[in-house]
């Protein structure tokens, strides 16, 4: 298993950008792929961006194409999130999480989690 911190949230004005970082501790050989998530007030936690940790190949929701950039530094052991032309509908908390096997998306496929960091969009 591994630890994970997020950080680097905060209120931003729409078509703004924001980076979050993810910090990750403990077992990382074990893991296959980082993701992150995000949740709106009284919605379902949905993914964002997925990579897998040694190879680096990305996934995105059709959302965040073309706008978000998932990436890592495996020396640091870090997780970065990239979001440009921030909208209003971003607005969530963001979780990263670590796959532990070849899964799917969801989030239940995902084994461990960090405690989220805001992210605001005003309009």
């Known amino acids: 298993q591994v630890q994970l911190v997020e950080s680097g949230g905060g209120l931003v004005q729409a078509g703004g950008s924001l980076r979050l970082s993810c910090v990750v501790s403990g077992r990382t050989f074990s893991i296959n792929r980082m993701g992150w998530f995000r949740q709106a007030p009284g919605k379902e936690r949905d993914f964002v961006a997925a990579?897998?940790?040694?190879?680096?190949?990305?996934y995105y929701a059709d959302s965040v194409k073309g706008r978000f950039t998932i990436s890592r530094d495996n020396a640091k052991n870090t997780l970065y999130l990239q979001m440009n032309s921030l909208k209003p509908e971003d607005t969530a908390v963001y979780y990263c999480a670590a796959q532990y096997y070849s899964g799917t998306d969801s989030a239940q496929d995902f084994g461990s989690w960090g405690q989220g960091t805001q992210v605001t969009v005003s309009s």
């Open positions: 990579i897998r940790w040694i190879v680096g190949g990305t």
